[in-house]
């Protein structure tokens, strides 16, 4: 009865799902992103629980030098800035095709050089981004200029929400894998020259490689550094960020991490695994309000910081074995 109720729930919610996109469509892209706006205020004001949250992040990540006053303007526009994301993955499937892409998305001079040597398909690349900006936007934009891209993903919890999104993402070219048991279906695309996404800053627990980000230690999953130097392929690290309150965006490379540059250090993984995560802290501190500072970043943290009677955190063995790569993810 339990499992029928809640297959009930998640089709209703589906379908209001359904219902609002509908509605939203009826109006052009920027007037509901003003609409977007809106909601990401009202998020802002009345969850106070997330916005002591996102305040006390920037705090952590900037130290002293900044005000409360600028502080409590870049949680806030944060805030806007999901809310128009979310407003945005209603439409993109529909306005981001090889045809009207370049309609909204600007690409950058560097990452377009990038991009040539890569159709040539020479070798398979991991891309990486964060949670800023439009990070989905990233994977639309790469399949679009005809790569073979595939990005990972978490699956949604409603089955039916998670059947649709994954269906309309693939519909423009870019397919999806999910993080459990994705190591076998990565390696087969990066052998074949072909590209995989991650979105490669969220806090990986214990098990994690712990590297700087904004001087602080950071949690973070060690697959990505695994793969690169099991398969010798290069890293690039961008981003997808707002350019006005429309729907207009540009496709930025940040860093190209080739496989010369981390061949010969003293930990390879850890190496990588840094070099990208401080590349994501630089195109974070371009623009630091399209960042989701509600997302705990440093919820984890290293044995070294961990005082005698501080809760159930245990330090976890690391591994450096390309099997164990799922486990870390």
């Known amino acids: 009865m339990a499992k029928r109720s809640g297959k009930t729930v998640n089709y209703l919610a589906y379908l209001a799902f359904r219902v609002l996109t509908l509605i939203f469509h009826m109006f052009p892209i920027n007037a509901n992103l003003r609409t977007a706006r809106f909601f990401g205020w009202l ?160 806090n990986a627990g214990h098990k994690g490689l712990f590297v700087d980000f904004f001087g602080r230690k950071a949690s973070t999953y060690k697959s990505i550094g695994l793969l690169a130097r099991e398969y010798n392929v290069p890293i690039m690290i961008g981003c997808a960020r707002r350019v006005s309150d429309s729907f207009e965006y540009e496709v930025e490379l940040t860093r190209l991490i080739w496989p010369h540059e981390w061949q010969g250090q003293e930990n390879e993984v850890l190496w990588i695994t840094q070099e990208y995560t401080k590349a994501i802290e ?5 623009d630091p309000t399209q960042y989701l500072w509600v997302h705990r970043r440093w919820k984890t943290r290293p044995p070294e910081e961990l005082t005698v009677g501080a809760g159930n955190d245990k330090s976890q063995p690391k591994t450096n074995n390309l099997a164990n790569t799922e486990k870390g993810l």
Not at 56 to 67: E, K, N, P, V
Not at 148 to 167: C, E, H, K, Q, S
Not at 282 to 286: E, G, N
């Open 282 to 286: 630089q195109f974070v501190r371009k």
């Open 43 to 202: 998020w802002y004001r009345t969850l106070q629980r997330h916005r002591e949250l996102a305040r006390d992040h920037i705090r952590r990540a900037y130290g002293q030098t900044l005000s409360e006053k600028e502080i409590d303007r870049i949680a806030l526009r944060s805030c806007q800035q999901m809310a128009m994301m979310a407003m945005e993955l209603l439409f993109s499937p529909r306005l981001i095709t090889p045809w009207t892409w370049s309609k909204y998305i600007r690409i950058g001079p560097d990452i377009t050089q990038a991009i040539h040597y890569l159709l040539e398909g020479k070798t398979g690349v991991i891309m990486v981004t964060g949670h800023y900006g439009n990070w989905e936007l990233v994977g639309y934009a790469m399949a679009a200029v005809g790569l073979d891209i595939a990005a990972v993903m978490r699956p949604l919890d409603n089955p039916y929400l998670n059947d649709y999104t994954v269906r309309t993402r693939g519909a423009g070219g870019l397919k999806l894998i999910y993080k459990k048991g994705m190591t076998e279906i990565a390696e087969e695309i990066l052998a074949k020259g072909g590209s995989v996404g991650f979105i490669a800053d969220q």
